[in-house]
């Protein structure tokens, strides 16, 4: 069994900052792209920043600059430094990862966190 954790949710002040981490844990056996989405009330889940196995990195146009993604491919851990934050920021915030593990025979498939609530005040 494959489970994502997120931690380093919160309250923060327009201005602050926010690291978020996700760790995988389970039967892996390799873990491919790994990436962050978030979801306001009543809006779609969207992509925030994705990472590679490799290390190349994606953001969304609204958090470029402000928002940096990394990995630990030796803990199987993806974090995510978010800086200058807004209330526009504020949603909950979900790890995504595509593992591939003995109990599916070694295909990839797309875990999730359990989200991770971030919000921002004036």
């Known amino acids: 069994q494959v489970q994502l954790v997120e931690s380093g949710g919160g309250l923060v002040q327009a201005g602050g900052s926010l690291r978020l981490s996700c760790a995988a844990s389970g039967s892996i056996f390799g873990i491919n792209a790994m990436g962050w989405y978030r979801q306001a009330p009543g809006k779609q889940r969207d992509l925030v920043a994705a990472?590679?196995?490799?290390?190349?990195?994606d953001y969304a146009d609204s958090v470029k600059g402000r928002f940096t993604i990394s990995r630990d491919n030796a803990k199987n851990t993806v974090y995510l430094q978010m800086s200058s934050l807004t209330p526009e920021d504020t949603a909950v915030y979900y790890c995504?990862?595509?593992?591939?593990?003995?109990?599916?025979?070694?295909?990839?498939?797309?875990?999730w966190g359990q989200g991770t609530q971030v919000t921002v005040s004036s």
């Open positions: 995504n990862a595509r593992i591939s593990s003995p109990a599916t025979m070694f295909a990839e498939y797309d875990y």
């Open positions: 990472i590679t196995s490799g290390g190349s990195t």
